[in-house]
């Protein structure tokens, strides 16, 4: 099986602009979920997606959003870009049945600079 | 109390040694708890994972113990070789809930 991948793979954005980044999940994997790993934060998570639906979300501004569509691919937006907002933005997948945790499988992430 | 607390930040052995690594939650109602590893460029992949209901998990040269009372664990490396010079994080979530990471341990394994 192909793992997850993510695209693009390297970004470099201005203040104030906005940004799209796309992840394909695993085959047959329904949840998505993004973090966003910085230095000094570490990881910490964003949103996930299960179904096309938001289903958890983390402590993010109301700047950064994201959606899935019905093969499962997942996007996230980052509007109004600020220079704190450069990281290395990564998602994972899981095929997430009932309520027992399944294996998240990351991708190998999209790292953008915001300059 | 959603907070996962993980330390050292570094940690350098020689090959052959046992590194520990160590975590403590807050909320008890945390019911997973795995340990990713991370090499550079790479996103984080699932090296072992526990329940409460275990107070040890062992696959290959990796040990997760698990304290419940105690709201602690930790991963063992068995045998360390610099292959395994890599960022380790613990997580913890409840349910399908999200996974809350620890900020990373940074192992160096010299030959």
């Known amino acids: 099986k192909a793992g997850v991948t993510q695209t693009p793979r390297y970004l470099i954005k201005t203040r104030g602009q906005q940004v799209t980044l796309s992840c394909s999940p695993i085959?047959?994997?329904?949840?998505v979920s993004w973090y966003q790993q910085t230095p000094g934060q570490g990881l910490q998570f964003l949103f996930e997606?299960?179904?096309?639906?938001?289903?958890n979300k983390g402590n993010f501004p109301g700047r950064f959003s994201g959606r899935q569509f019905s093969n499962s691919r997942s996007e996230m937006n980052v509007s109004t870009l600020e220079l704190g907002d450069s990281a290395l933005y990564l998602c994972?997948?899981?095929?997430?049945?009932?309520?027992?945790?399944?294996?998240?499988?990351f991708g190998p992430g999209t790292r953008l600079l915001v300059l | 109390q959603q907070q996962v607390k993980q330390s050292p930040q570094s940690l350098i052995v020689q090959k052959g040694g046992i590194p520990i690594i160590n975590c403590a939650y807050e909320?008890?109602?945390?019911?997973?708890f795995p340990w990713y590893q991370q090499f550079p460029g790479k996103g984080p992949a699932l090296l072992i994972a526990?329940?409460?209901?275990?107070s040890e998990k062992k696959e290959g040269r990796f040990t997760i113990s698990f304290n419940k009372s105690a709201k602690q664990f930790s991963l063992h490396i068995m045998d360390s070789q610099p292959g395994d010079s890599a960022t380790y994080f613990c997580?913890?979530?409840?349910?399908?809930?999200?996974?809350?990471f620890g900020t990373g341990t940074r192992l160096q394994v010299f030959p």
């Open positions: 909320n008890t109602a945390f019911d997973y």
């Open positions: 994972a997948s899981s095929s997430l049945s009932g309520t027992v945790q399944e294996t998240q499988y």
């Open positions: 085959s047959g994997h329904r949840s």
């Open positions: 997580a913890a979530s409840k349910d399908t809930d999200k996974l809350i």
């Open positions: 997606y299960f179904s096309e639906t938001q289903r």
């Open positions: 526990i329940r409460p209901d275990v």
